[in-house]
């Protein structure tokens, strides 16, 4: 009995592909892995535990790459709405004036440093929705004044955003 399932789990591992990996096709895009339709072979750790439990991929079968191949044109268009719609939103971004408050000292340094948490509330405060991993900053924030980010909204679509950092009214 106990046989029994052992088998029927193996049964039900992923295809392997060429290399010995997981052949998977992803269903969104991922950093550092490929686009939207694209067949990719992965470790089996990774697709088991963040692609396709996250809706990233799914298996490889004839079946789903026949459906990509026949709708890859629809894909690629609501992909290319969907990076113009960020794009915009970029572009809206860079135009805020964003200023952080921080306890600094008279000669303007601060007493801790702004990191991307900071940067993504004040967004937030402002209307936008942000996330820390989207900020990309040079070094720690430690004085006051005029600082550019990099905001990456997706691996394609990134841009600068400048902000204040003032000090606090409070003593």
């Known amino acids: 009995m106990v046989q029994k399932q052992l088998?029927?789990?193996?049964?039900?591992?992923?295809?392997?592909?060429?290399?010995g990996g997981v052949q998977l096709l992803l269903?969104?895009?991922?950093?550092?892995?490929?686009?939207?339709?694209?067949?990719?072979?992965v470790k089996a750790g990774f697709a088991n535990n963040y692609l396709i439990p996250f809706g990233y991929a799914t298996v490889a079968s004839d079946h789903h790459v026949r459906m990509v191949e026949k709708h890859k044109v629809k894909l690629l268009e609501i992909e290319s709405q969907r990076l113009?719609?960020?794009?915009?939103?970029?572009?809206t971004l860079a135009e805020q004036s964003i200023m952080i408050e921080a306890k600094a000292n008279e000669e303007g340094h601060l007493y801790g440093s702004v990191g991307p948490g900071d940067i993504v509330g004040a967004f937030k405060a402002a209307g936008?929705?942000?996330?820390?991993?989207?900020?990309?900053?040079q070094g720690a924030i430690?004085?006051?004044?005029?600082?550019?980010?990099?905001?990456?909204?997706?691996?394609?679509?990134?841009?600068?955003?400048?902000?204040?950092?003032?000090?606090?009214?409070e003593e």
Do not use: C
Not at 129 to 137: D, H, P, S, V
């Open 7 to 19: 088998k029927q789990r193996r049964a039900k591992r992923l295809p392997k592909g060429p290399n």
């Open 27 to 41: 269903i969104h895009a991922v950093d550092n892995l490929g686009k939207q339709g694209d067949l990719v072979e």
């Open 84 to 91: 113009s719609g960020l794009r915009s939103e970029l572009s």
């Open 128 to 137: 936008f929705n942000l996330a820390e991993e989207m900020i990309i900053l």
């Open 142 to 169: 430690r004085e006051l004044g005029l600082y550019t980010a990099v905001v990456r909204l997706h691996s394609e679509v990134e841009g600068e955003v400048k902000f204040w950092v003032v000090a606090s009214e």
